[in-house]
């Protein structure tokens, strides 16, 4: 007889998108997971109700002046509250078989290399981590000898095709993009974008900072990043290919001249799942696929004039050193900017250029030296933003 014994799982932002659909599927198999640690932002009134629902043993607010608030919430349940930076790492370190890093942003970093130190698995839906410290995030796996799976939709396509036995026979792999919210848009109108037409995007239900990536295609630039650090390729060999459908997930082109798809209705649970149950698979209640219905998947090149953002991602890439550091930050500066109607959509991508240009650094070699870059990028691409864009 098979005992089947439950995986204690962590989620690291577990109130938002991700995490929302992490404990979603956790909820749904309560019998194949125990929820050890949960960990939010600003969030206190969502922790709180997660916590309830979940009984984990650890329940983390980033936000210090949110603690009595936890606390309170808490009080009588048996789960430890803490708050502030250093209790995330802390929730990051309770013993766990899988961690969900789900936080967005580079803040998500410290609190995802310290889950890596546990040599265990981690989920990693937090691209920004692989794009501010890609080849110290990667020594970290190697050292620790953690397990890194994808959830990020597009890696998780490739992850479930790739085969890693025989990666020389891979030609290119072909990450697809839904062109986002403004995929037909002239530059004008782009120009004059609301914040709420930015963050409509036409299949994807997902955070705010993402929402805004897709729209200005960032989000397909810094998933150029994240592949090549997952999956060791040159920017050379991975494409990008506008699917408006979303359905086809990602390809990767064999030397044979096979090419090899997964393919799913648009639901982040997919991904999580595959995640999740690794190397096994569990059940989605997601829509399933219906070919037929959709009769018709289209493709097209992605238009880098109208997205600069995308050149930006890889010329950084090929330059190495600072640049994906300063990219990154930059990027999350000028799109909280713009999530608070300071800035116009197009200040973004020029926000991220200039601060490339005006910030030069040597290669990060250490953990250090990577948020050192992170906060000089913050203020140049800030100083940039108040001067520049009012300049116009
Ligand atoms: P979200 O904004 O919905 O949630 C972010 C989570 O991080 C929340 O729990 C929030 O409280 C927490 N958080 C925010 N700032 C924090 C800080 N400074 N310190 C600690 N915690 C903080 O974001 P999301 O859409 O769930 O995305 C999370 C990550 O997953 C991002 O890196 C995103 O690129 C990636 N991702 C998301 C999706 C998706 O469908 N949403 C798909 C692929 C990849
Ligand atoms: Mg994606």
Redesign the pocket.
């Known amino acids: 007889m098979v005992i089947a014994t439950s995986k204690r799982i962590s989620i690291?932002?577990?109130?938002?998108?991700?995490?929302?659909?992490t404990l979603d599927l956790v909820d749904r198999n309560r019998d194949r997971f125990d929820v050890v640690a949960l960990?939010?932002?600003?969030?206190v009134d969502d922790l709180i109700a997660q916590a309830r629902q979940f009984k984990p043993l650890f329940a983390v607010i980033?936000d210090p002046d949110a603690y009595k608030q936890l606390k309170d919430g808490l009080s009588g349940t048996g789960v430890s509250v803490a708050a502030g930076?250093d209790a995330?790492i802390e929730a990051a370190q309770q013993p766990a078989d899988l961690i969900m890093s789900?936080?967005?942003?580079a803040?998500?970093l410290k609190?995802t290399l310290a889950a890596l130190a546990q040599s265990t698995v981690v989920a990693l839906?937090?691209?920004?981590c692989l794009v501010c410290a890609g080849a110290i995030f990667m020594d970290a796996v190697r050292q620790h000898d953690a397990t890194l799976l994808p959830?990020?939709?597009e890696h998780s396509a490739i992850f479930q095709v790739f085969d890693a036995q025989q990666s020389n026979t891979i030609n290119r792999i072909i990450l697809t993009a839904s062109g986002g919210p403004f995929r037909e848009w002239s530059i004008e109108d782009m120009a004059k974008a609301s914040l709420a037409q930015a963050t409509a995007h036409p299949n994807?239900?997902?955070?705010?900072?993402?929402?805004v990536?897709s729209a200005t295609m960032m989000?397909k630039g810094?998933e150029v990043i994240e592949a090549h650090y997952l999956f060791g390729l040159p920017e050379s060999q991975i494409e990008i290919l506008v699917h408006p459908q979303s359905v086809v997930h990602s390809l990767v082109d064999y030397v044979d001249g096979s090419v090899l798809a997964q393919l799913g209705t648009p639901d982040?649970r997919t991904p999580i799942a595959y995640a999740l149950a690794w190397p096994d698979r569990m059940a989605v209640p997601c829509e399933r696929l219906d070919l037929a219905e959709i009769a018709t998947l289209s493709f097209e090149a992605p238009d880098s004039k109208r997205f600069p953002a995308l050149a930006l991602a890889r010329n950084a890439l090929q330059a190495g050193g600072a640049a994906p550091t300063l990219l990154n930050a930059a990027n999350e500066v000028a799109v909280e900017r713009f999530l608070a109607g300071e800035i116009g959509f197009l200040d973004i991508a020029r926000a991220v250029e200039d601060t490339l240009v005006y910030c030069q650094y040597e290669a990060p070699s250490s953990l250090d030296d990577v948020l050192m870059l992170d906060t000089e990028a913050r203020r140049a691409a800030g100083r940039w933003l108040a001067v520049g864009s009012a300049a116009e």
């Open positions: 690291l932002g577990s109130t938002g998108s991700v995490g929302q659909n960990t939010a932002g600003r969030n980033a930076p995330l789900a936080i967005v942003g803040a998500g609190p839906a937090n691209k920004e959830v990020d939709s994807w239900s997902m955070g705010s900072k993402i929402s990536d989000n810094l982040m």
